[in-house]
T-cell receptor
């Protein structure tokens, strides 16, 4: 089974802190995604990556950056956390090349981040 | 960009079939239609996907319109464990989904 893990389930940070959210997948997937989920807004794509060192902006990249130095790991960085970044953050991975489940996304359990 | 439209919420009685509709009129010809569901306090999980023809798996069935502008997720016998938010998405564009409530 595909496994996507996220470094923390719950995280509390202070305004202005630099925050790192880590995501690791063990299925050799090419694509990785970061979303945030807020009540009434569904999932919104922040960034995605289709290869090592490659990244593309999603719908709401402002205030975030990402890093993909290794294929299995995709990090989301909040350079200076703000209270409006309090949210549930979800990581996912997928492969465009697997015939049985092309582009099917596998999600991690999520990190609930609170910025005080 | 493809955009989907789903009802905000639906209700079903336990043990009855549920048809969850989705409109995706701007989907491209090569985009798979994926359905996911999200149980409380969990990340979304894959349910089913298809391209043109109807698909069945152990969780659900997917009926895709001939023009591919809409699809319907079918849960043949809803159970209380099927209460979740259901998302219909082409590629990575999630909307707000349909919150399914199953009544005992």
């Amino acid at each position: 089974d595909v496994k996507v893990t996220q470094s923390s389930r719950y995280l509390v940070k202070r305004t202005g802190e630099k925050v790192f959210l880590e995501c690791v997948q063990d299925m050799d997937h090419e694509n990785m995604f970061w979303y945030r989920q807020d009540p009434g807004l569904g999932l919104r794509l922040i960034y995605f990556s289709y290869d090592v060192k490659m990244k593309e902006k999603g719908d709401i990249p402002e205030g975030y950056s990402v890093s993909r130095e290794k294929k299995e790991r995709f990090s989301l960085i909040l350079e200076s956390a703000s209270t409006n970044q309090t949210s549930m953050y979800l990581c996912a991975s997928s492969s465009p090349y697997r015939l049985a489940d092309t582009d099917t996304q596998y999600f991690g359990p999520g990190t609930r981040l609170t910025v005080l | 960009d493809a955009k989907t439209t789903q009802p905000n919420s639906m209700e079903s009685n336990e043990e009855e079939p549920v048809h969850l509709p989705c409109n995706h009129s701007t989907i491209s010809g090569t985009d798979y239609i994926h359905w996911y569901r999200q149980l409380p306090s969990q990340g979304p999980e894959y349910v089913i996907h298809g391209l043109t023809s109807n698909v069945n798996n152990r969780m659900a069935s997917l009926a895709i319109a001939e023009d591919r502008k809409s699809s319907t997720l079918i849960l043949h016998r809803a159970t209380l464990r099927d209460a979740a938010v259901y998302y219909c998405i082409p590629l990575a564009i999630f909307g707000t989904g349909t919150r399914l409530k199953v009544l005992a």
